[in-house]
């Protein structure tokens, strides 16, 4: 690395109590749960935690359009949008509601990977586990992700002194948006691994632009030995051959086994193999959430990164007051009035067992082309 400045983690009390509505996927707690168990087990003194920003609408601008931007404000002052502005930019729909903070959450996550790229200039890592909203296009909200926080974070990268960048997405889904902005870009390398046939239905294994496109769809119940194959055949070497001035890399944690938006099998063992890979690639690192609806596994993930990062050592057991954390939370099905109740391990561990498993053939194939057209 470049600096020896311990890493930063960009966070917000906005995330505290906000939620997209009873029915969706994020009315859970996510960052704020992040943030009390990082505090409860001694990893985030106010000397490495920074409070976001709130961008403001001209700063969303070097990726989003004025007239959106205007729009998903005027959407949370209003609490209501027209039915023209609802066609037009994807906002008051079941995936991307209407709610309080509609508007100043994600500028929130934004103004992180905004202030990213300035606090990296000169080195260092950053963790901003609010960012990572992949989906997110110019003119309209997609897929829960009113902004793209990932892409404005890259921009941000490359005005900051980072000319070549590398960007990691191991998120569940496709990162559609992301590969929308820098499809032809060539300083831009852009890798995705997500579930074949799982929304938004892109990323396909031959879709590539004028710039580095690595697409790597995956069948249901990818497993820990198959997700180290595609770290060692695929991600790293081909990051190598980027020479990549700062690496960003998408962590989102709906690829576990327990959650409930994907049908993949790793434990949190391999996102954290992953971390541990790309951590000393480059001079810039920024590690972003992303996708998880599990309000537990995504917890434990994330403040597993955080631990990465700082070198931590994953407990075998956590402290009372971590699991005091943990204990606190509450989480129903959608349509279901039942809690779920956490598994044992859910409360006590971060790190899940190993969820390793055969090495299926087509894995192996799609890797290697891949692999051969970098090489070509």
């Known amino acids: 690395m470049a600096t020896d ?66 729009a998903l404000h005027r959407a949370e002052k209003d609490q209501h949008v027209a039915e023209a502005i609802r066609a037009q930019h994807h906002i008051g729909t079941a995936s991307n509601p209407v709610f309080p903070e509609m508007y100043s959450r994600p500028a929130t996550a934004a103004g992180a990977s905004l202030l990213a790229g300035e ?43 980072a000319r070549r960048v590398a960007y990691v997405d191991i998120d569940a889904h496709h990162a559609d948006g992301v590969e929308h902005a820098f499809a032809d870009t060539p300083e831009v390398l852009l890798i995705s691994t997500h579930e074949e046939g799982r929304w938004p239905r892109t990323g396909g294994l031959d879709d590539r632009g004028v710039g580095q496109v690595y697409n790597l769809p995956l069948p249901r119940g990818l497993n820990d030995t198959e997700m180290a194959l595609i770290r060692d055949g695929l991600i790293l070497p081909q990051v190598a051959a980027h020479r990549p001035d700062a690496v960003v890399l ?94 044992p391990h859910w409360i006590s561990t971060l790190a899940d067992a190993p969820r390793e498993g055969p090495i299926r053939p087509e894995i192996r194939a799609r890797i290697g082309l891949l692999a051969g057209r970098g090489a070509a």
């Not at 996510?30 to 009390?36: A, E, F, G, L, Q």
């Not at 505090?39 to 004025?66: E, I, M």
């Not at 997609?142 to 941000?156: E, K, P, T």
């Not at 049908?263 to 810039?284: D, E, G, Q």
């Open 119 to 161: 606090l990296l200039a000169r080195g260092g890592v950053v963790h901003s586990p609010a960012g990572g909203t992949h989906h997110g296009m110019p003119d309209r909200a997609s897929g829960f992700c009113y902004l793209n926080d990932a892409v404005l974070a890259i921009q941000a990268l490359r005005r900051n002194g």
């Open 250 to 343: 998408q962590c989102g944690a709906d690829a576990v086994l327990e959650d409930p938006q994907s049908r993949l099998a790793l434990s949190n063992r391999a996102h954290w193999a992953v971390l541990r890979a790309l951590r000393s690639v480059a001079p810039r690192l920024l590690v972003l959430g992303g996708g998880g609806y599990n309000p537990w596994t995504v917890a434990r993930l994330w403040v597993g990164n955080w631990a990465v990062l700082n070198g931590h050592e994953m407990p075998a057991r956590l402290p009372e007051a971590a699991q005091r954390v943990l204990r606190a939370l509450h989480w129903t099905r959608i349509g279901s009035t039942r809690e779920i109740k956490p598994e």
């Open 5 to 70: 400045t311990p890493p930063l983690f960009l966070g917000s009390e906005i995330y505290r109590g906000s939620s997209y509505g009873p029915w969706h996927p994020l009315r859970i707690p996510r960052v704020s749960t992040v943030i009390d168990l990082a505090r409860a087990l001694g990893w985030l003194g106010p000397d490495q935690y920074r409070t976001s920003p709130r961008a403001k609408p001209a700063a969303l601008t070097g990726f989003h359009t004025r007239r959106y931007v205007a």
